[in-house]
């Protein structure tokens, strides 16, 4: 009897839920709507995703994000699973996998299940386990949740090419901000061979939005598209270089979200790769940034370049920081000014910028409408001028940044 | 005054009923007492309004927006939306004025709901109540209960959605306010009762496990879960009750990671390791072993065809240009990019500031092909066939150069390449990933010098520079 079938179902869950804790995605939203009501299935996905339940680490829990098996012979040093770690291994069986699913799903505990594996054997065995889980939930359980599966880049292209049919969104994560520092840490890996399954995904979802000659619509492949993931802090790394790859990730590739992880002591560590506090200030702003380039019109040069280091500036979200330094473009008249000005201003969000453009229809803004249709007052203040509010001498203030930066800490006398 | 009492359950059309009668007779909403659930204690008199069946029109959103707060626990919420749809009538467009009070309290309001909403479909969890059949086996149809408290009346609007999700079993969710369940496909509705005694579920205990071990002690954030999972909630979800224990643990885990000595790697790691750095079996070619091959092929020319042009460039270029095929001057000099298009090619190339001898220029299909017209070569498009003939050659090269960046100019090199020529004008200027590593698309220059009117000719030497330049900036990315 070999040391693997004495593990219990209880002890793999353990060991591929904590292997598999590292991956920052847990999205459930975007994906084509399904439902059940035919009776004949389980599950239903409806644009919007749900997390579940939260952890104390804040990080939702939306899908039953584990391993398939946490072998690996890869040896990135970042990694928990790396070959030369001693942490203790097993591995799913597809009944297994399939049974957590559903089993989980029936409680209304998930929203479905995202599958990420260390490599066994070659990319190609390992990747077709993964698919075979994926097709015996959608063609033999009729599962319709959501499925995300962590595609393996060395995999074969066909096999990249089934697991769309099946998965809600695959993902590829390109482990670090650059090449240099992937070779580096991760020796086996190919930032190429990487970025070659990213456009290999694009070309097969583009492909298929095509109808056939006879007007056909070919199945939907990886309807809620594509994600990758980069750890932040264990390289030297800046965050301009961080910000200016994902922005070429999110163009060249269709990316649907790039996720940022703080790099975070793992159990078994290399001496290669210290461990270090996981910096989770700098994860933040980097996600106001990412949201800032995606959806507020702001380029990777304005929110990057305040500092000489490249870096965001840790104490302010990215958006007042900008806003400071260009005070000269403020105040501004909320009641005249256009759609992208609005949504430079701090304090302002999407929403509230598109109910300040309706809501002008009627009438002309006060202090007290912007404090209803949920904009934050207290960073947008001296920003703005309304009909009854006129920052004055607040806006080129000197003291303005000690408003919101938080307080220098005091030293202490030995 | 009039009374009106709404029911708990079908409250929604209780109240439209209400309200058109109310609008019909012209009601002020002061004179109208709203009562939910049971009959008010006639503590004042009153008479029910007189029905009345005649259809009122009001906008769609205000309906969208009533549909919702009529489930909030405010007593308030049936006069402040009749009030609300009273204005409506001398003011329609009042509900896009996000500033005013009563729009914005009743939005208020319904976002309340939906976030209440959304909590039902995250936190109610369900019991197996018959994890086995009569006869042992598992049950043909799966049955299962849940116990849930919402802060808002949101059973109702929210069990259609578990509806469509859980068809394919039986469930009832019990709340203290109205129990929703459904049975064979069919969803009904029954008055609250106090919580049941739900049988234990052992996949509770697998849920924990998920909990304890998803969970990172490296980062906790205590504020970010509250704010998302209320403390209200948590009665009710198994798994809340590792919380405590995590969060008392989590900092002593964090230490001992970072304090622990790095360990030997196991044996396995180096039989691992040596299995992957053994040499792939595959023959390793050089540049001479190409250029020696080439030269045994064009000890004979097929008909219609030139002869076999290699590409030509330092073997440590990091940009690689591939073009369509020889013409008539590249044939007879046996050299790529030498005639007209290639002269052209130079030119621009020197204008967006590449260096053409950093450069290693090459074609995507290897021999002129051609008829014969009087004393003159007519230039053929090479075909499928062709291409793919030819592609042994371009991946060899491929291999033994490792270009950063390969240009491609004109649909044969896109269909080599990328596998398909089409839409190559839209394509024009992008990056395209494939086997052969990143590969940036653009027109061939014989193109530009088809172009007869001399304005359009400009302007399209213009558009493929600019193509050049992008493909520069792009070169110079990768390398950083």
Redesign the interface.
């Known amino acids: 009897m070999n040391i693997m079938a004495r593990l219990t179902l209880d002890r793999k869950l353990a060991i591929l839920s904590d292997a598999a804790r590292y991956d920052a995605s847990c999205a459930s939203s975007g994906t084509s709507r399904r439902d059940s009501r035919d009776g004949k299935g389980l599950g239903s996905t409806e644009g919007s995703g749900i997390c579940h339940a939260y952890a104390p680490d804040g990080r939702c829990i939306s899908l039953l994000k584990i391993l398939m098996t946490n072998f690996c012979i890869y040896d990135c040093a970042y990694c928990v699973n790396r070959v030369s770690s001693n942490v203790e291994r097993a591995r799913f069986s597809v009944d297994e996998v399939v049974t957590l699913t559903l089993e989980f799903y029936r409680r209304n505990y998930i929203e479905g299940l995202f599958l990420s594996s260390g490599i066994i054997r070659s990319p190609d065995d390992t990747m077709a386990d993964m698919v075979r889980i994926a097709k015996r939930l959608r063609e033999e359980e009729h599962f319709r949740g959501y499925i995300h599966l962590k595609t393996i880049p060395d995999a074969a292209q066909e096999l990249i090419d089934e697991a769309g049919l099946y998965a809600d969104r695959l993902s590829i994560n390109v482990e670090l901000p650059t090449d240099a520092s992937v070779r580096t840490y991760a020796p086996e890996k190919d930032p190429a061979t990487i970025r070659r399954a990213m456009g290999g995904v694009r070309q097969q979802r583009e492909a298929r939005k095509e109808p056939s000659h006879r007007g056909k619509r070919p199945p939907c492949y990886a309807p809620a598209g594509q994600s990758t993931q980069m750890i932040v802090g264990a390289d030297g790394a800046t965050d301009a270089t961080i910000l200016g790859n994902a922005t070429r990730l999110y163009g060249d590739y269709q990316l649907k979200r790039v996720y940022y992880s703080a790099f975070s002591p793992i159990p078994d560590a290399t001496a290669a790769l210290p461990l270090i506090k996981p910096p989770l200030a700098r994860e933040h702003r980097l996600y106001q940034a990412d949201w800032l380039l995606r959806f507020y019109g702001f380029g990777v040069d304005e929110i990057t370049s305040a500092r000489p280091d490249g870096n965001l500036d840790l104490d302010l979200d990215p958006k007042l920081a900008w806003a400071l330094r260009n005070r000269h473009l403020f105040p501004v008249e909320v009641n005249r000014a256009d759609r992208e000005t609005l949504l430079r201003v701090p304090g302002f969000g999407t929403k509230t910028v598109t109910r300040i453009l309706a809501t002008r229809r009627h009438r002309s803004l006060r202090y007290d409408d912007l404090r209803r249709m949920g904009a934050s007052l207290k960073k947008a203040a001296p920003f703005v001028t309304l009909l009854d509010w006129t920052p004055g001498g607040l806006t080129d203030s000197a003291a303005l940044r000690a408003r919101f930066a938080p307080p220098p800490e005091q030293l202490q006398l030995l | 005054m009039y009374q009106v009492t709404l029911p708990r359950i079908g409250t929604a059309t209780a109240w439209r009923d209400a309200v058109r009668a109310a609008l019909a007779a012209q009601v002020p909403p002061e004179r109208i007492a709203w009562h939910h659930g049971t009959a008010a204690d006639s503590l004042f008199e009153g008479a029910p309004l007189p029905p009345c069946d005649r259809p009122v029109k009001v906008s769609r959103a205000f309906v969208e927006l009533a549909d919702t707060v009529i489930w909030h626990a405010d007593p308030e919420r049936f006069s402040r939306l009749y009030i609300l749809l009273r204005r409506l009538r001398t003011q329609p467009?009042l509900l896009?004025?996000?500033?005013?009070?009563q729009v914005?309290k009743l939005r208020q309001m319904e976002k309340a709901v939906r976030r209440c909403q959304?909590k039902m479909?995250?936190?109610?969890?369900?019991?197996?109540l018959r994890p086995v059949g009569p006869d042992g086996g598992p049950a043909p149809r799966?049955s299962?209960a849940?116990w849930f408290e919402p802060t808002h009346y949101t059973l109702e609007p929210t069990a259609p959605?578990?509806?469509?999700?859980?068809?394919?079993?039986d469930w009832v969710i019990a709340t203290p306010d109205a129990t929703a369940v459904f049975e064979n496909?069919t969803l009904s509705f029954r008055e609250g009762a106090p919580r049941p005694d739900l049988p234990e579920?052992a996949?509770?205990?697998?849920?924990g496990?998920?909990?304890?071990?998803?969970?990172?002690?490296?980062?906790?954030?205590?504020?970010?879960?509250?704010s998302?999972?209320p403390r209200k909630y948590w009665k009710n979800?198994p798994?809340?009750r590792h919380?405590p224990e995590?969060?008392a643990t989590?900092e002593a885990r964090?230490r001992e990671?970072?304090e622990?000595a790095?360990?030997?790697?196991?044996a396995?790691?180096a039989r691992?390791?040596d299995?992957?750095a053994a040499p792939r079996v595959e023959a390793r070619m050089t540049w001479d072993d190409l250029a020696t091959r080439a030269a045994e092929e064009n000890r004979e020319t097929p008909e219609g065809y030139g002869r076999l042009v290699l590409g030509e460039g330092p073997p440590d270029a990091r940009l690689m240009v591939v073009g369509e095929q020889p013409g008539d001057v590249e044939d007879r000099e046996g050299r790529p990019f030498v005639g007209p298009a290639g002269q052209l090619f130079d030119r621009c190339l020197a204008q967006a500031g590449i260096d053409r001898g950093e450069t290693y220029v090459t074609n995507a299909v290897k021999r002129f092909k051609f008829t014969v017209k009087g004393k003159r070569r007519i230039h053929q498009s090479p075909d499928r066939a062709d291409i793919e003939h030819a592609r042994w050659w371009i991946t060899r090269e491929i291999e033994l150069l490792k270009p950063a960046l390969v240009l491609g100019l004109g649909g044969t090199a896109a269909e080599t390449l990328t596998g398909t020529r089409a839409g190559i004008l839209k394509r024009r200027g992008t990056?395209?990933?494939?086997?052969y590593?990143?590969v940036f698309l653009t027109v061939h220059p014989s193109f530009i010098l088809r172009v007869r009117e001399a304005d359009r000719k400009v302007e399209e030497e213009r558009r493929f520079v600019a193509d050049l330049e992008a493909a520069r900036t792009r070169l110079d990315?990768l390398a950083?």
């Open positions: 467009g896009s004025d996000r500033a005013d009070p914005a959304h479909k995250a936190f109610v969890r369900f019991r197996d799966r299962f849940a959605f578990f509806a469509r999700r859980f068809a394919d079993m496909g579920d996949a509770e205990e697998l849920w496990t998920y909990f304890r071990n998803i969970f990172n002690p490296a980062r906790v954030k205590v504020r970010a879960m509250t998302e999972m979800m798994e809340t919380i995590l969060l989590a964090t990671m970072a622990a790095p360990t030997l790697a196991p396995r790691a691992v390791r299995r992957l990056v395209e990933d494939t086997r590593g990143p990315q950083a």
